[in-house]
């Protein structure tokens, strides 16, 4: 799966509208924003996984981070994937197998 092109869009605007148009570190203009999520694990096992058996921590929360990396020296930044969609907007979309 990969973001929707209206969460890659999103993120952009914000990062130009926060006067990141070239990375901190490098000064590159070379900042991209993935199109996999980032899946962070707070506090505990994500999913109940062979040999780990039985119920998923109570207390485990998954957040899903938008990452934006410069092409050029490796720096990574992530952002919360809440700012840019609402419930009603798929922030997914399949990714379809190339056809052979
Ligand atoms: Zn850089």
Redesign the pocket.
């Known amino acids: 799966m990969k973001w929707s092109e209206q969460v890659r869009d999103g993120v952009a605007v914000h990062l130009r509208a926060h006067g990141l148009a070239e ?6 203009d ?2 991209d924003v993935c199109d996999k999520p980032v899946l962070m694990v707070l506090g505990g096992a994500a999913w109940p996984n062979p040999p780990h058996m039985g119920p998923m921590d109570p207390d485990t929360a998954v957040d899903f981070m938008v990452r934006i990396e ?1 092409s ?4 990574n930044v992530l952002f919360s994937s809440d700012r840019f969609y609402g419930a009603e907007i798929p922030a997914f979309e399949a990714e379809l197998a190339p056809s052979v």
């Open positions: 990375c901190p570190v490098c000064h590159a070379t900042l410069c050029e020296c490796g720096y």
